[in-house]
């Protein structure tokens, strides 16, 4: 490596899928980093993710995680409802509109995985000595006796000084961001719900069959429903409706009651709808998170500054409606192990490595980033369930191109 010491100190900030997917292929590669992380565990909580082919399996197949991926993924998820936000049902994968999937076309599409195993695959390998857990990072600074180098100060008091490259895979409030550029997260204008049913072919059947084995949508003006079955059996619904930032608050719904919680958000915001979709929201009696979304704004960007970059959320937080974080996350980690790779191995300096990750980086994160804003207004409008339907027909029908996962 030319233009830092021979063997650069290497900080990951965060323990989320870009920076382990990173951790694994720079292991690969005999590559030391050290990964710090704010929990006392690797944060596996959450529902499926949907990987694909371009950006989040190629990133695992780098990272030689793919038969570990292909054993626990569930291509058989790979199925969509649609359901206009009255009821009627528009598209349905597991019943009248259903094909069948060829054997090489499984991995074609968006094959689920829960978040669970997905971060247990991605941890398993990583040497334990690696990763420093209860090391919250509570701010980076410059050095002050070593130019370009950077001193990590934790919550707990600590400082790991002198580092050459610091890492932000610190998600949605990254802290390494303030290295780089004073913009925040701003709210997208979306509140939801998340609800749970456990279990529910056991506990409730007609739920269970009403979603199906895959996902379920419902679009309309200003209000989204969206079930997803999980692997461990359970199903995930997100009800969300345009709000005001401080509707969970000010709306005068007790969250902690999840019964009346759950009653008080249909009466007030989704009475209209259909009685199937009321259903789902009322009948998912498991467990409710209320979620204020946020997103980073389109076309974000920041100077190049020697030794500090970004992957993942850190750099580009969005909205779920695309179904692309995690995706882009990884592509991020498979990108910048390129460049550290490329330095590693004396085929450039480190700096000029790491600012042509980024070069592509910004582009690549507006686009999606663009993807998901469409897709955030499509879906919360009125012909958003029957435009999405019209799409996923024209597909089907051969008259668009690309895979599965790019529509
Ligand atoms: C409700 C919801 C649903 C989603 N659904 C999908 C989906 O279906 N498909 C999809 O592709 N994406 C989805 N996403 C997005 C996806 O979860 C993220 O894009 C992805 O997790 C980003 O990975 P990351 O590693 O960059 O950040 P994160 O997963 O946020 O991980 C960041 C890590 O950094 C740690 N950390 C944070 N601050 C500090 C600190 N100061 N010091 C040390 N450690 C710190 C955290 O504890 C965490 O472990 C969803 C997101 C949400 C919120």
Redesign the pocket.
Known sequence: MSTTSIRPKIAL???????LTLANILQNHSIPFTI????STI?SQ??S??LHPRTGQLALKEANRWDQFAKHCRPESDVTKLVDIFGEVCWDEGGADKHEVREEEKFDGRPEIDRAKLMELLHENITPEAIKFN???SKAVPSITEAKKYDLQFADGTIEKDVDLVVG?????S?VRDLLTGVKPQYSGITAI?IWAFDVKEKNPWLANYVGEGSMFSFGEGRAVQAQRQGDGSLRTYASMRAPENFVETCGIDWNDHASARKAYVDQNFSDIGEDLKRVILESSDNLIP?TMYELPIGITWPSRSGVTL????AHLMT?FA?????V?MFDALELSKAIVAAWNGQKGLDEAVQEYEKELFPRAEMFMKKTEKNKRDHFSEDGTRRLAAKIRAFHAGELQGSKSEH
């Open positions: 900030i965060g323990a989320g899928p870009a920076s710090y992380e704010s929990s944060r959450g529902g993710l949907d090391k919250k990072l895979g610190d998600g949605a409030w802290k998340e979620r992957i993942g959320d850190a779920p179904g692309v974080g995690v995706n996350s």
